[in-house]
């Protein structure tokens, strides 16, 4: 008798999937509550203080930058991101954090602080932008 191979979307008891704001995309046929398909999983053999994640279409751009801002979050023990094969558009990002927090809370605290240095970069350069506009129209 052959042996069950595990898939790797199967889902995991061990984690809950509390705070997930995307549906199952089994359940909705590969559409997320985010317009698209689903481009975020949690792999398996994740728990709540040490989680990967494989992001889908993203690259060293993202994995970088959020690799980053998450390391600056004091309640992170380790962050990092890998791209697994050069001609596949996965990266995967890796969290470990202290008991304080969760990986998934980490990783949303990453995006949502990358999100704001961003705003304040978009800030500072429409100022500049202005500022250099208006002294070569004088």
């Known amino acids: 008798?052959?042996?069950?191979?595990?898939?790797?979307?199967?889902?995991m008891p061990d984690v809950a999937n509390e705070g997930l704001s995307h549906p199952n995309p089994d359940e909705t046929s590969g559409e997320g509550i985010y317009q698209g398909p689903q481009r975020l999983r949690i792999l398996p053999g994740s728990t709540e203080t040490a989680a990967s994640f494989e992001?889908?279409?993203?690259?060293?751009?993202?994995?970088?930058?959020?690799?980053?801002?998450i390391m600056k979050n004091p309640e992170v023990e380790f962050c990092g991101y890998s791209i697994p094969h050069p001609s596949e558009a996965k990266m995967n990002v890796r969290i470990q954090t202290y008991d304080g927090t969760t990986a998934l809370e980490a990783l949303e605290k990453g995006?949502?602080?990358?999100?704001?240095?961003?705003?304040?970069?978009?800030?500072?350069?429409?100022?500049?932008?202005?500022?250099?506009s208006n002294r070569m129209d004088e």
């Open 111 to 132: 995006f949502d602080d990358l999100a704001d240095l961003c705003d304040i970069v978009t800030d500072k350069f429409t100022a500049a932008r202005d500022d250099f």
């Open 55 to 69: 992001f889908e279409g993203e690259d060293h751009t993202l994995g970088n930058a959020l690799r980053y801002m």
């Open 1 to 11: 008798m052959p042996s069950k191979q595990a898939s790797q979307d199967e889902s």
